[in-house]
């Protein structure tokens, strides 16, 4: 879109936005501040009414009363249900000529028994019908004046009012009254203050719970006593007939389908209610006229701005357009183009602002391209120290490479050197061994006494280098002679260790007992032998009280974190590291037996096996130690007893 279509647009939606704003505020305040005027004065109309039509049904409920309060009345009735005398029958029909006689609007007035029958009546026709399926039986029947209702005699609107007749407390009839309906009607066809469309409305409910309306209608005189048809109509009515005693204002369509605005009142006794209503097409007269003021307003606004627009887009776009054909020759490569300034206003500062901006590319674009070869050349430089950085680097790694290759052949020839160098001096040791035994026991007792000193020191050196010399070869042993690890059953392996250490555990009374243990990845008779160290050395290191040792497993993530805990003498905890390397004593060998080597031998197995092993301990309080290994599948936690 070009920018004089946009600015003749722009003008369109500031000249025309304001107006349709302003004026859909103007209609819709104005429609608030109506319907709230409607609303008062329909209330006020309905009140009025509603106030008129209560004052006339109290008077017809007091004239009731006079009826239904005569002594002699309700004295002659009781007599007649109890003997059946005809005399007691002709004196109620006496009774009743002389109070329709005092009361000119009844037209007709009579008693009925508790079973609906008609004693006696004012209409010579009615005496011996049965009635007791009317509604007026069953409301008059009621404790008090009972209930009014609407029918329809004779083709005239009528009204009929029924009462309780009770003597000593016992109910003993009904009197119904009737009479012409005409002040009601009259009150509903008042149409003061309403206008050409108002009118007000008497509904009402039928037995079977039907709004119906009570009195002829404004535009449907013959609607008295039908069923409201429209949904709509019998919406507001419904509303109507279900408010509690107060003012109800709806909006909606009447009989009619036309929408309106209706206030209504409540009528209580005989729960009618009366409605008071408007088309909202005269309601809101001054709102119509008020739209097509603001419609003609915008109309001649939308055709005055569609002549200005133009001219004062092209007034506009002329410099915009000198500005477009400058900018497409800098696009090009011509930065020497230059815009012409027109005008003093903010286009004149835009295209004098542009050539600015030209002459500021133009200066910066030399200066760049003496930037660009200068960084060139520095970063050719730099690209040549990288090379030669990234060369000295791989050659650093081959370098690091060859070391570890070196370093791990030479761990393999000092694993095969202490194995084969522990495995070859146990024939020469146990040679040495037999014949100082031999001599020891052949010589015993026939030298002086320095002489068996010296032969038992080298008894015992030469034991102690064999224990010496095994221990060192089951150590070399954990990484030469170690199998692949595979599922192992860790409980498995734990009895294993407990049967081979059965006797020192009964010599020592001791208790060993585990948890549950799961299967783990690992070499089985590593695992054992594992077990059976840590085992051994809780035994070794026990305090005066009798050992009890007990092994627990705890998955943590990949691993299962196994813990074996004693109650020996304990391990101070500055030196717990040292109790993992290899002939690494705490004690004196005369204290405690031993060549160093048992821990050292847990911490090959466990580091073999990817795990790591520590210990947590303090003097005299037992010692707990930790080794982790890898998982497969764990098992719940039980508790046993080895």
């Not at 029958?117 to 049965?130: F, I, K, N, Q, Y």
């Not at 309906?181 to 409305?201: F, K, M, P």
């Not at 709004?211 to 449907?220: C, D, K, S, Y």
């Not at 160290?533 to 035994?539: C, H, T, V």
Request: with cysteine; glycine share 10%; net charge positive.
């Amino acid at each position: 879109m070009r920018i004089n279509s946009k600015l003749t647009l722009s003008f369109l939606a500031f000249a025309l936005a304001p107006l349709a704003v302003g004026g859909a505020l103007a209609l819709h305040y104005q429609t608030q501040a109506l319907t709230g005027q409607m609303r008062a004065q329909l209330e006020s109309v309905a009140a009025l009414q509603a106030q008129r039509l209560r004052e006339l049904l109290a008077q017809n409920l007091e004239r009731l009363a006079l009826v239904s309060s005569r002594t002699q009345l309700r004295i002659s009735l009781d007599r007649y249900v109890k003997n059946g005398d005809p005399a007691q029958r002709e004196r109620l029909s006496r009774i009743l000529r002389d109070a329709r006689a005092s009361i000119p609007s009844f037209e007709n007035i009579c008693v009925r028994d508790t079973q609906g029958r008609v004693v006696a009546a004012t209409d010579e026709s009615l005496p011996g019908m049965s009635q007791g399926e009317e509604e007026s039986f069953p409301l008059g029947s009621e404790t008090g004046l009972g209930n009014l209702y609407t029918s329809e005699r004779g083709g005239k609107l009528k009204i009929r009012l029924a009462g309780p007749l009770q003597l000593e407390g016992k109910k003993i009839g009904v009197v119904i009254v009737e009479g012409a309906a005409d002040t009601i009607v009259s009150l509903t066809r008042d149409g003061t203050g309403l206008g050409d469309t108002g009118e007000t409305v008497l509904v009402g409910r039928r037995r079977d719970g039907q709004p119906v309306f009570l009195t002829p209608l404004r535009f449907a005189p013959h609607a008295a006593l039908k069923p409201i048809g429209r949904e709509g109509a019998r919406t507001v009515c419904e509303a109507a007939l279900g408010a509690d005693g107060r003012a109800v204002f709806t909006k909606g369509v009447d009989y009619r389908g036309r929408p309106v605005l209706a206030a209504s009142e409540k009528i209580d006794p005989p729960g009618w209610a009366l409605v008071v209503k408007k088309d909202r097409s005269e309601a809101f007269v001054p709102i119509l006229k008020l739209r097509a003021s603001v419609l003609v307003i915008i109309a001649l606004t939308l055709v005055a701005t569609l002549v200005a627009a133009p001219l004062l887009a092209r007034s506009s776009t002329g410099p915009i357009r000198d500005l477009t054909r400058a900018a497409h020759r800098a696009v090009s490569g011509d930065l020497s183009g230059r815009a012409k300034v027109q005008t003093h206003d903010e286009v004149g500062e835009l295209a004098l602002a542009f050539n600015n901006m030209m002459q500021s590319i133009e200066s910066a674009r030399e200066g760049l391209e003496r930037k660009v070869e200068q960084r060139t050349t520095e970063l050719r430089a730099r690209n040549e120290d990288l090379a030669r950085e990234i060369e000295e680097r791989k050659k650093a790694r081959r370098e690091r490479e060859k070391t570890l290759a070196e370093l791990e052949r030479s761990n393999r020839d000092l694993e095969q050197f202490a194995y084969v160098a522990s495995h070859d001096l146990q024939e020469p040791l146990r040679m040495v061994a037999s014949f100082v035994d031999l001599l020891a026991k052949k010589y015993k007792g026939k030298l002086d006494g320095d002489a068996d000193q010296y032969i038992g020191f080298a008894v015992n050196g030469a034991r102690r280098m064999q224990r010496l010399i095994r221990d060192l070869l089951s150590y070399s042993r954990v990484r030469t002679r170690g199998k692949p690890p595979e599922p192992v059953n860790a409980e498995k392996a734990l009895e294993l260790a407990i049967a081979n250490l059965a006797t020192t555990i009964q010599e020592a009374g001791a208790e060993v007992t585990y948890d549950r243990l799961p299967t783990v990845m690992a070499d089985q008779t590593q695992l054992g032998q594992l077990f059976q160290n840590l085992i051994g050395n809780a035994l070794k290191f026990r305090a005066d009280e009798p050992p009890h040792i007990h092994v627990t497993a705890q998955r943590e993530g990949e691993t299962w974190r196994f813990s074996v805990r004693d109650n020996g003498i304990g391990i101070d905890p500055e030196l717990a590291d040292q109790v993992f390397v290899i002939f690494r004593r705490l004690h004196g060998r005369e204290e405690y037996k031993g060549t160093g080597i048992g821990l050292a031998v847990c911490k090959s197995i466990v580091e073999r096996h990817g795990g790591r092993i520590w210990v947590e301990s303090a003097p005299g309080e037992g010692a707990t130690f930790h080794f982790t290994l890898p998982a497969l599948g764990g098992e719940t936690d039980g508790k046993g007893a080895g």
